[in-house]
Each structure stands twice: as C-alpha cells, then as structure tokens.
C-alpha cells in the first residue's frame, strides 16, 4: 500500500476517534470525520466503505496503540510488575472515560450487530489472552496461587468491565483515580499474592 494512502488512512482513524472522543458514536457523522481529516467523503469511503467500517478501524487502532505502548514496558518484567502495567497503562484518568465511553457505546452496538458483536469478542479475547499470561507467569514465578487461572481471568475481566462502567457514570464509589487500586486490590484476593507485590498496602 503506498505511503500517501496509509497516511490518509491514519488521518482518518485519528480524526475518527478524536470525533468520538468529543461527540460519542451517536454523534459521528462522516462529513465530520472527512473535515477533520482533510478528506472528502467519497474518498473516505473509498478506504473503509462505510461509516460502521470507520469506526472499527478506529476501535481496533485504540486497542492497538494500548498494546504496543504496553509492549514497550512489560518485556522482561515479572507477573506482578506486568499486571500493575496491564491496569495502569489502560488510560491517563484525564482520557480514560472516553475510551470506556467507546466501549460502552461499541457495545450496544454489538447486541444488534453481528459484525459489531464480533469484533468486540476478537478484542476482548485478546485482553483475556494477555492478562492469562501474566496469571500463568506469576504461577511459575510462584508469587500467584489459584486454581483455575483461565477462571480467574474472567472474573478479572468482568470486573475490570463493571468497574469501567461504574466510573464514568460517575459512582461517587468509583472515582477513574480509584479503578486501578480497586481492581488490583481483587486481583491480589483472586491470585493469592501479596498485596504489597503489587505495590498495595497489606
């Protein structure tokens, strides 16, 4: 793919999440998207054919940059080091919520959407992949204990979900600050490790 088309691509998916960001997905609009990106809208439809095209690429672009930042940092570290990165690295608390935002919202989506529904299953399943490697690391490494690591990565997940949800609606309980000790705070309870490993007061 030439150099120019991949730089229009990559405009397109940033201003998409940028519109995202300020609008939500109710409020993405492709003449948006296109004067943000100094496209018009034939030639963003051209590269991803719909609106729905659009915003996968930009769902699978903010994951993407999660990963590679996280890549950056966890190699060579031990399961307990990782697994503070693998909440920490989610989102600064300034930007955070619009990222959950966009997975609430996806979502929805997702429950009238095959396709939709689909790529949320293949994204998730990544998150659960990675979290069960630190799990089985720190089995090995013997600092965590438990009985079913694949288990436990679900019940890890989902509260990560709850949790996410709970914050940017705006629990007084669930502040954005407060979702990464909250989150640790189970995980140390679920995986048997030191509370203080994780950098978390006993």
Avoid at 7 to 18: C, N, P, S, V, Y
Avoid at 88 to 117: C, I, K, N
Avoid at 119 to 142: F, K, N, P
Wanted: hydrophobic residues 45%; charged residues 25%; glycine residues 6%.
């Amino acid at each position: 793919m030439p150099a120019d088309t991949d730089t229009r691509r990559q405009r397109i998916i940033d201003a998409t999440l940028e519109v995202i960001h300020d609008h939500g997905l109710a409020g993405l609009r492709t003449q948006e998207v296109a004067r943000r990106a100094e496209v018009s809208t034939g030639l963003l439809l051209y590269h991803f054919k719909t609106l729905d095209g659009v915003i996968a690429a930009a769902m699978q672009e903010s994951e993407e940059r999660y990963y590679r930042h996280l890549e950056d940092e966890e190699s060579g570290r031990p399961a307990v080091d990782r697994l503070r990165l693998l909440i920490e690295r989610s989102g600064d608390p300034s930007s955070v919520v619009a990222t959950w935002t966009l997975w609430m919202e996806y979502w929805v989506r997702a429950l009238r959407d095959p396709d939709t529904a689909a790529l949320c299953t293949t994204l998730e399943a990544r998150w659960r992949e990675v979290l069960l490697d630190v799990v089985e690391q720190g089995v090995g490494e013997g600092t965590f204990t438990v009985a079913s690591p694949r288990a436990s990565v679900i019940r890890l997940s989902a509260l990560l979900d709850g949790l996410a949800v709970a914050a940017t609606l705006g629990d007084a309980e669930v502040s954005v600050e407060a979702v990464p000790d909250l989150w640790l705070e189970a995980a140390a309870r679920e995986l048997s490790c030191d509370p203080r490993l994780l950098g978390l007061p006993q």
